[in-house]
């Protein structure tokens, strides 16, 4: 496992020189005005590399449990079962994305880390990603919430607790896959850091976002995080995330939502969850609203630029080409290693009627118990 940390970059150059040298020096007024007025946010500033590195280890159970002690008893339970023990040393990452979202948090125990960890059986053995949003508290950053919608966002870690929740399942029964789990863990909070609306930031894969609600901060950390699993081809890749409002609009908070690319694995998830009476109903990517993504000075927005419904689709259609290893997402088609990548997203409630709950897991668990090495 490597605990990473994405460090806030201290101080920033005064924006107007960096302006003023990358306006066109021979730009007439009006234009030399235009360049002013449309430069985003982001790109004032002086250079500020995104990047994340490995900052403590963890070589004994003892140590581990040290530094569980703050936890509940049944969630250090939960995280001492991974034997959480193996670290690489001063991996950097530029996690674009995740550093956006949670760098205008400054206490450093809620810096934003990317927890990645791997449990490696046999080569043989099929390889399962799974990918949880961990924001532990979302503010809404600058695109700030009501004060009656912040008091349900200690839930907002609820995907990275579904993920551990279903490692510790997988691990606990020792099925024969090989397992990798991806936890990006933030908080979206306001401060002259903030990331801003209009920003554009470039992701791991390369692939730039332009910032049309800084709300929407739960998709741009998986977006990294994806895209770091996928590099690896696993054969079955797995996001839970309590992503978006509009899922609840459409389906209410006892049934979760999914979203996946492959109609037969879609058709497994759907048998096992009604066996296991995990209430799920799959939604569509629906490629028509691909389009509302588009941006005029990046690959993507993290939302619609009309605004308009059906963002629950268009989240999972943001997530989609990270997902499948293509830069920017736009439209259908495979990653580089020449075969699409097997993805399923779950967009939870994560406490359906005020209580925490499950939603997915059970029915996942079936799946990733059945699943064959992909040829």
């Not at 880390?113 to 990603?129: I, M, N, Q």
């Not at 961990?134 to 912040?150: E, Q, Y």
């Not at 990331?195 to 730039?208: F, H, Q, Y």
């Not at 079955?236 to 609009?249: E, I, K, P, Q, S």
Request: glycine letters at 10%; one cysteine or more; aromatic letters at 6%.
């Amino acid at each position: 496992m490597h605990s990473l940390l994405l460090p806030r970059v201290a101080g920033r150059v005064a924006p107007f020189p960096r302006l003023f040298s990358s306006a066109r020096s021979s730009a007439s007024p009006p234009d030399f005005l235009a360049d002013f007025s449309t430069v985003p946010p982001s790109l004032l500033a002086g250079p500020a590399p995104p990047t994340c590195k490995v900052v403590e280890t963890v070589a004994t159970k003892a140590e581990l449990a040290e530094k569980l002690g703050s936890l509940s008893p049944d969630v250090r339970s939960a995280l001492a079962s991974l034997n959480l023990l193996s670290f690489s040393p001063g991996r950097l990452i530029p996690c674009g994305l995740i550093h956006a979202v949670g760098r205008a948090t400054e206490a450093p125990d809620r810096l934003p880390r990317l927890v990645d960890f791997c449990s490696t059986k046999d080569p043989s053995f099929p390889t399962v990603a799974l990918v949880g949003k961990g924001v532990c508290f979302d503010t809404g950053g600058l695109s700030m919430k009501s004060p009656m919608g912040m008091l349900s966002m200690k839930k907002d870690m609820g995907g990275a607790a579904h993920v551990i929740g279903l490692a510790r399942l997988i691990l606990s029964q020792d099925l024969p896959v090989n397992l990798r789990v991806l936890v990006p863990c933030v908080e979206n909070n306001v401060d002259a850091a903030s990331i801003r609306p209009l920003d554009v930031v470039t992701s791991l894969s390369g692939a730039t976002a332009e910032i049309g609600n800084t709300d929407a901060e739960g998709r741009l950390v998986l977006a990294d995080a994806l895209s770091l699993a996928a590099a690896r081809e696993p054969d079955l890749l797995v996001d839970f995330a309590t992503l978006t409002g509009a899922a609840r609009v459409a389906l209410g908070s006892a049934v979760g939502a999914f979203f996946c690319n492959c109609d037969s694995l879609a058709s497994e998830i759907s048998r096992a969850a009604a066996e296991q009476r995990d209430p799920l109903w799959r939604l569509p990517l629906y490629e028509g609203y691909d389009k509302r993504l588009e941006s005029k000075i990046a690959d993507r927005r993290n939302v619609p630029g009309d605004g308009g419904a059906g963002g629950a689709i268009t989240a999972a259609l943001f997530l989609r080409g990270f997902a499948e290893g293509r830069k920017g997402g736009e439209g259908e088609g495979e990653g580089g290693g020449g075969r699409k990548q097997r993805w399923v997203h779950f967009d939870v409630d994560g406490m359906p009627g005020g209580k925490p709950d499950v939603s997915g897991m059970r029915a996942m668990f079936e799946v990733i118990k059945g699943l064959e090495k992909s040829e």
